[in-house]
C-alpha cells in the first residue's frame, strides 16, 4: 500500500525567514507529485506539479519554488516567506500513468506572523 | 475567475435524511470529475469519482449524478451519518490539461443526530 508522508506538521515562521516543507511517497515508483496550497476554509490551488525527478511545472506563481530530488520525494521552498504564504499545504499523488486520481498526504499548516 | 462552483456552501440535514450537494463548470474540456472530503486539519480523501461518460456513479451510499449538457454534477449521499459532517469538494481536470485539477469552493456538511 502507497503511504505519503509531510513534514513538518506545523511551523511557525517569521516573515522574511526561509521555508523548506517535505513530501515523501513510499510503495510506489515513478508517481506524479503535487503541491496544493489551501487557506483557512478555503479552497484548494494547486501549485506545482512533477511527473518525473528534476522536472517541475509552476501552476501559480506565489513566490514559491518546488523541487524533485528523488523519485519519492518533493520539496517546496521559498527564500522569504510573506503573510500571504500562511495556510495548509498539501502533497498529493497520482499514479503516473493516470493523472487523474490524486490522493492526499496529511498537510502541514504554516503559520507567518 | 471560477472555472467549478458548489452550491449550497453550507448544509445541514438531519440523520437519514438525503444531503444534496451541487456542482457546475464552465470548462467543456472538463471530462472527470472527483469528490473529495475534507475533515478540519486533514487532507482531503478521493471519495468518489465520475467521468463524463457516465451520467451516474453509485459507490455504497454515494452516487453521483452528471448532466453534461447543463455541466452540472450533483452528489446524493443517502441515509446522511453524523460522521459524514465534513467539507466536500468537487473538482474537474480536462484530458489534455496535463495534471491540473481545478476545485470548487466547497460544501460544509453538517449532520445533526
Known amino acids: 500500500a502507497q503511504t505519503i508522508h509531510q513534514w513538518p506538521v506545523a511551523e511557525i515562521k517569521a516573515v522574511g525567514s526561509p521555508l523548506s516543507l517535505g513530501c515523501t511517497i513510499k510503495g510506489k515508483s515513478s508517481p506524479n507529485l503535487y503541491w496544493y496550497w489551501q487557506a483557512t476554509g478555503g479552497t484548494l490551488q494547486q501549485l506545482f506539479y512533477s511527473i518525473t525527478v528534476g522536472q517541475v511545472e509552476s501552476v501559480v506563481q506565489l513566490n514559491l519554488s518546488a523541487s524533485r530530488p528523488k523519485d519519492d520525494q518533493f520539496i517546496l521552498s521559498t527564500e522569504k516567506l510573506l503573510l500571504s504564504h500562511s495556510g495548509f499545504y498539501l502533497c498529493?499523488?497520482?499514479?503516473?500513468?493516470?493523472?487523474?486520481?490524486?490522493?492526499f498526504g496529511p498537510g502541514t499548516r504554516l503559520t507567518v506572523l | 475567475q471560477q472555472q467549478v462552483r458548489q452550491s449550497p456552501q453550507s448544509l445541514t440535514v438531519w440523520e437519514g435524511e438525503t444531503a444534496i450537494l451541487n456542482c457546475s463548470y464552465e470548462?467543456?474540456?472538463?471530462?472527470?470529475f472527483p469528490w473529495y472530503q475534507q475533515f478540519p486539519g486533514e487532507g482531503p480523501a478521493l471519495l468518489i469519482s465520475i467521468s463524463s461518460v457516465s451520467d451516474k456513479k453509485e459507490d455504497g451510499r454515494f452516487t453521483i449524478f452528471f448532466n453534461k449538457r447543463e455541466k452540472k454534477l450533483s452528489l446524493h449521499i443517502t441515509d446522511s451519518q453524523p460522521g459524514d459532517s465534513a467539507t466536500y469538494f468537487c473538482a474537474a481536470s480536462a484530458r489534455d490539461a496535463g495534471a491540473k485539477l481545478t476545485f470548487g469552493g466547497g460544501t460544509r456538511l453538517t449532520v445533526r443526530p
Open positions: 470548462d467543456s474540456t472538463f471530462n472527470y
Open positions: 498529493a499523488w497520482s499514479p503516473g500513468e493516470s493523472s487523474y486520481e490524486q490522493y
